[in-house]
């Protein structure tokens, strides 16, 4: 019996599962567009644990999101994940993050499916998978028009998940196209894809893990005084 906690800080959605082998046994999460998680991850934790009734010391891992996604998030996420892991000497595990949010459906076999996460203006970043959730493409920045994957539906129905769905449901226009807009990244997907891992002693090395950013941090111009 393995305890690993699951944490999902790579979009808007401050997402934290407690997880006994595969089995969710807590969960946490809160979705805003203004970000909670500096305010939330760490009373999200400490909930997940006085729930299932257990203290630091019997986790046996932590699995962190590690992007693409907010840089901000990424960075408060991986923070938390690398302070428990140094504090209580367990493995850190990393789970991509458009990987874990194609989990979230299930195809036809000859269907594809794209992650897709909102970034600036019209750019996601995305990632095409099978319908057994395999990539079968690079992970990408991607700026987004009427003619983005329309070769992908010549010969298949494909299923666009994620926050940077909306976008392209504005100017795509093809019946092979499926939206889900609505979805969220959660820590949930993140359960059986962790202990897979743990099982196969695919750890990460906690000193020197970094988050997958996939483009360099650009900070906005500070506004003029008095604005």
Not at 141 to 168: M, P, R, W
Request: hydrophobic fraction near 40%; glycine fraction near 4%; charge should be negative.
């Amino acid at each position: 019996m393995a305890y690993i906690l699951c944490l999902e800080t790579a979009t808007t959605n401050c997402s934290v599962a407690l997880a006994k082998d595969k089995e969710c046994v807590a969960l946490r999460e809160f979705d805003s567009p203004k970000y909670s998680h500096a305010e939330q991850l760490h009373a999200f934790i400490k909930e997940v644990l006085e729930e299932a009734k257990i203290t630091f010391k019997e986790l046996e891992a932590v699995a962190i999101s590690k992007g693409p996604g907010s840089y901000t998030g990424l960075r408060i996420g991986v923070s938390a994940a690398k302070g428990i892991c140094f504090a209580m000497d367990i493995p850190l595990i990393s789970i991509p993050t458009l990987y874990s949010l194609a989990k979230q459906v299930t195809v036809a076999p000859n269907d594809l499916i794209i992650s897709m996460l909102d970034a600036r203006r019209m750019e996601v970043y995305t990632q095409t998978f099978d319908a057994t959730h395999q990539a079968v493409s690079e992970t990408e920045a991607l700026v987004l028009d009427e003619t983005s994957f329309k070769n992908l539906t010549k010969e298949n129905q494909v299923h666009l998940i994620g926050n940077g769905v909306a976008k392209f449901q504005e100017i795509a226009v093809n019946e092979n196209f499926h939206f889900y807009p609505d979805a969220v990244v959660s820590a949930k997907e993140m359960i059986e894809l962790s202990y897979n891992k743990f099982q196969q002693k695919n750890f990460e090395d906690v000193a020197y893990f970094e988050p997958f950013y996939l483009k360099d941090f650009v900070a906005g111009k500070p506004k003029p005084r008095g604005w």
